[in-house]
């Protein structure tokens, strides 16, 4: 039962939490978390319901995760050759995330 109502709470409560975190290099890790749980909720959706709209609605969710996390990184005016971490953090997640390495 407390499984069914934690996976009744939707993912953008993460992603609003993710919005709210000042630190830019840091919302973009957390959006960037967000994107990987929403895939998996997706697949989830995929194989054992075969919900579509379930399917649909937590893509749309690793869409707004990806694009908050880059926008994160580009705000913070930073060059990515000269402080590498997230900007090489995002690169790898976002690569192992579509590419079904997760």
């Known amino acids: 039962m407390a499984f069914a109502l934690l996976a009744a709470v939707p993912a953008w ?4 939490a993710a919005k709210a975190e000042p630190n830019l290099e840091k919302r973009s890790s957390l959006a960037l978390d967000n994107a ?9 959706a995929y194989l054992a319901q075969n919900d579509m709209k ?3 609605a937590a893509l749309e969710e690793v869409s707004a995760s990806v694009q ?9 005016h930073k060059v990515p ?9 995002a690169e790898i997640e976002t690569a192992s995330t579509t590419s079904g390495n997760r």
């Open 81 to 89: 050759s000269r402080s590498p971490k997230y900007f090489k953090k």
């Open 54 to 56: 379930q399917v649909a």
């Open 68 to 76: 908050l996390a880059y926008d994160s990184l580009e705000q913070t």
């Open 36 to 44: 990987s749980r929403a895939l998996k909720s997706a697949q989830d």
């Open 13 to 16: 409560a993460s992603l609003d």
